[in-house]
Structure formats: C-alpha cells, structure tokens
C-alpha cells in the first residue's frame, strides 16, 4: 500500500463509500443511461433566457464526474464534466428529501453522478440542471488535483496521464486532435488509391532501418523473435507479390535514447507505391501534410512556438550537399574518408564529437548544423550512399542515391527513397553494413536472405515514404515534446513512490 492510500482523506472517502452501502445506494453500479451530453444541452438551449423550469419539456438526463461543490444552505450547486463539456446542476433539499443528506454528507470532488431533472437558467445566466433524482456511479477513493485548471508538474502529467486528461482541457483537445491527424492521413491515402494492410511486428529479422532493436524470446518456437524497426521490407515484399499501393499505420520500437524527439515505441505511417520514385513521394508528402493540416485545423498555415509555418506545397527543395555546404563550410563530398572529413571539420572550427563512421561525420553535421535552421517545408535530398542502404544510386552520380528527408519547424518528420530493387546490388549493401557492424557500428541493417530471395523474384520500380505520426502531431498541436503527442510515453523507472498532486 502506498502513501496515498494511507492517506487520511483516501480514509474518509472510505467512510463516505460504506455510509453510502449502509443507506441502500449503490455506488458503483453497471450502467446510466444518458439522454444528453453537456455539449449537446449547452449548444441546444444557448439561446433561452428564462429563470423558470421547462415545465413543458421532459426531463433530461446526464452523467460526469464533479469538479465543484458550493453549498448555499439548503441548497449546492455542483459542476459536472463529462467527455464533452460542463453543465452546472442545483440541488435543493425541498426537492431531494433525505436524499440531500446523503448527497451532501457523501459526496466529493472527483465522484462520478449520474441525474435527472428539469433545465432551467439561474438569476446569473447560467444554464443548469435542477436534481430530481441522482445515482452515485463512481464512489472516487482518492482524490482529485488541487486545481482542475491543470497539472503543472510534468512528471505527474506523463506517470498519471490519467490526472493530466482529467485536468488540463488542452491535453484532451491534443489527444482528439492526434486522433483526427491518423484519420485524415488514412482518409488522404485511402483517396489515393493505396490498401491499408499489416505486417508483423514480432519478427525473427528486424530490418528497414539503422536502429538498434528490442529483443525477446518465444518460447513454444524457442527461437528470438524482434520487435520491428520499420515496416519497409514486409511492405516491399507486397509490391513484390502485386499490391501497387500499400501503407499502414503502425507501432515500431527502437531500443536507443530518449529526446523531445524521440520515444521508444512510436508511431509511424509507411507507404509505397510501384512504378514511382522519389520525386513522386515529394508531391505525395506535401500533399498529404497540407490536407492533414487543413482537415484539422482548417488551415495550411500553423502556429509552431513563435514560428508561423506555411504547409501548403511547393515545399522548398535543396540537396544535402548544399545544405550543410551553407551551414557549415564543409563540402562533405570533398572529404570522401572518415578521418578526412574530420579534420576538415575541425579545421572549420566546428563543434562535432568524434564519429565511428564517414557517414556519422555526414549525419552529426546535418543534425547539428542544417535541421534546427529548416523551420518551413523543406525537402533535403540527394543522401550518400553510405547513409542508405535501401535507396537507388542516382544515375549520374553513383555515390549518392535518390532519397530525401522532409523537415519542419527544426526537426524530421518523413523519409522517402527511390526503393532499391536490384537484387544483386541489395546484397552487395547488406554486406556492406555487416562490415560497418564489425567495426563496432551497432545501427546496421543486417543481411536478410529471406528479403533478398524476394527481391529476386522481381520488385517493379517503387517510391517509399516514413512519415513520423507523432512527429506530425507535435506539428499540428503545437507541443514541445513527444511525450506531449503519447498518452503514455516510455519513462524511466521511478525510484520512489509516484508522487501524489495537492489536493483541496
């Protein structure tokens, strides 16, 4: 038993639950049927301005739990918020009988109500509920945030989502809104033509992606099994077998550290498409945000912090080369070895820690130096072929492929490549990175025969695109972090018991 439920006021509500057995009620019954939300009530009578019952109405019925509690002698109005809003109720001992008694004397902030009664509107305006009958549908044993305007306390806010839906308005509307980004994106996909389907996210080889991942065991196979990285090779591998258009919306885990920016379980959406290539993914991806954008929030241009962002396309173009060229002064092409190009670096005066690999020289400068200045739509592209191991080689040059990276607001939110489908060449990759893996580079993509025996069956030219799910809702609500985006982002361990909000 921890703290909280030692706790004096955990007790007395203890005491308020067997009071409320011992007169008859039952506190935590199966079911109240409602005929209005709060939302519903306040829309439809926003325009009556009476002080006197609807007499001529029938009763209506809502349910919620209570935020506030103020007595006025033989009377209490109360709060209740339901999942659409508030409603004020009024509580009269004359109408209640006894029964006020044991409203006043067991109920608390936090309960769960369902009642019944007539509308009517107060002296002050105020649209309410007159209690004719009530039933206690949820007896709350602990109590509530001291202030139901909002938890502040961040680390209470990600432990107890719970506390944090409950008090914070603007968590629920990020939460509805995160909801309403993967329904518009599977509406855009759906519209274009692509078959949503799923791949398997136990899988006995991870690949798709440079990423450390998460490791179990099966027991009845007795064999290891990993949680996915990516979708991309099984999702090939339905090109492969004749679907044209496919995507899916779905979980991938990558065992590596945490940020604003990165959680280990996230969600992504990965889509390809035969006989296109990654030009054709650029429009598909400027299309797709900027109609996500507006079917939630009606328009293409966004709030980011203090930044104003416009979605809509043509998003701007410009190699990786380029970029970091104007960042940094370096022209990473001309330094094709690791040391080189890490002396040049460090004669450009630039602050780099020391890389493993020639394309972690290449992947730090991006990060460091071009990412955080791309605030409005851009598409970096042209990548080293080293970076891409599932990419095509752009034709007339051979050390780069055609790939690109998508970047708003200061960080990544999509990935896309011309898909590599030349078996022979995939297979001189895959080894490739076996080499890098050797030299102590554990985010390498591994050889996987059963991938490359598919890919020789033949794969139709192909455009693929990652977006980051929750990247985009970072974007579109607003939010500092990913954890903000997650219900329940992956924390570390507490140490301590969690600690408990103020209450009243």
């Not at 007499?55 to 209570?66: A, K």
């Not at 206690?136 to 209470?156: C, M, N, Q, R, Y």
């Not at 990759?429 to 069956?457: I, V, Y």
Request: aromatic share 10%; hydrophobic share 35%.
């Amino acid at each position: 038993m921890n703290d909280q439920q030692r706790s004096p006021l955990r007790q007395e509500r203890l005491k308020k639950l067997e009071r409320l057995q011992e007169r008859g009620y039952e506190p935590y019954p199966t079911k109240f049927e409602r005929s209005h939300t709060a939302q519903t009530l306040q829309a439809r009578y926003a325009d009556f301005r009476g002080e006197e019952q609807f007499c001529d109405v029938d009763p209506v019925r809502v349910c919620g739990r209570i935020s506030a509690f103020r007595r006025m002698g033989g009377a209490c109005f109360m709060d209740l918020l339901d999942g659409s809003g508030r409603i004020q109720l009024f509580a009269h001992k004359d109408t209640l009988n006894a029964h006020y008694d044991t409203l006043i004397e067991c109920l608390d902030l936090g309960d769960f109500l369902g009642v019944e009664g007539h509308l009517f509107r107060t002296k002050r305006g105020e649209l309410s509920v007159g209690v004719e009958h009530y039933a206690f549908l949820s007896k709350a044993l602990l109590p509530p945030p001291e202030k139901w305007h909002g938890v502040k306390d961040t680390e209470i806010r990600y432990r107890q989502r719970y506390l944090d839906l409950m008090s914070n308005p603007e968590t629920r509307e990020a939460f509805r809104t995160r909801t309403r980004i993967v329904s518009a994106v599977r509406r855009f996909l759906d519209g274009q033509g692509f078959l949503e389907v799923e791949t398997p996210i136990l899988q006995p080889m991870y690949g798709g992606a440079a990423a450390r991942p998460f490791t179990t065991h099966h027991n009845k196979l007795d064999a290891t099994l990993y949680l996915r990285i990516s979708d991309e090779l099984y999702l090939k591998r339905l090109i492969i077998g004749g679907f044209e258009r496919v995507y899916e919306i779905g979980r991938d885990f990558r065992n590596e550290g945490l940020s604003t920016k990165h959680n280990p379980e996230f969600t992504m959406m990965e889509c390809y498409q035969a006989y296109a290539d990654y030009r054709d993914m650029m429009e598909l991806s400027e299309q797709l945000v900027a109609d996500v954008a507006r079917a939630t929030s009606g328009s293409t241009t966004i709030q980011f912090g203090e930044q104003t962002i416009e979605l809509a396309p043509p998003w701007k173009r410009l190699t990786l080369r380029q970029a970091i060229l104007d960042a940094t002064g370096v022209d990473f092409q001309a330094y094709p070895e690791a040391e080189a190009l890490g002396q040049a670096v460090a004669a450009a005066g630039l602050s780099v820690p020391p890389q493993p690999t020639w394309g972690k020289w290449v992947d730090a400068l991006l990060s460091l130096y071009v990412e955080p200045q791309l605030v409005q739509p851009t598409f970096l592209t042209d990548y080293p072929l080293e970076l891409s191991p599932l990419a095509k080689k752009k034709p007339d040059n051979p050390n780069l492929v055609e790939r690109f990276e998508a970047f708003v607001a200061g960080f990544e939110i999509g990935n896309a490549f011309s898909e590599l489908n030349d078996p022979l060449d995939q297979r001189r990759r895959f080894e490739a990175e076996l080499g890098r893996q050797r030299r102590g580079d554990e985010e390498t993509q591994p050889l996987d025969e059963d991938f490359l025996t598919a890919l020789e069956h033949g794969m139709p030219p192909t455009g693929g695109l990652g977006l980051g799910v929750d990247r985009l809702a970072i974007l579109l609500t607003n939010r500092p972090s990913i954890r903000d985006v997650i219900l329940f982002p992956t924390l570390r361990p507490s140490k301590v018991a969690t600690p408990a909000p103020k209450v009243r």
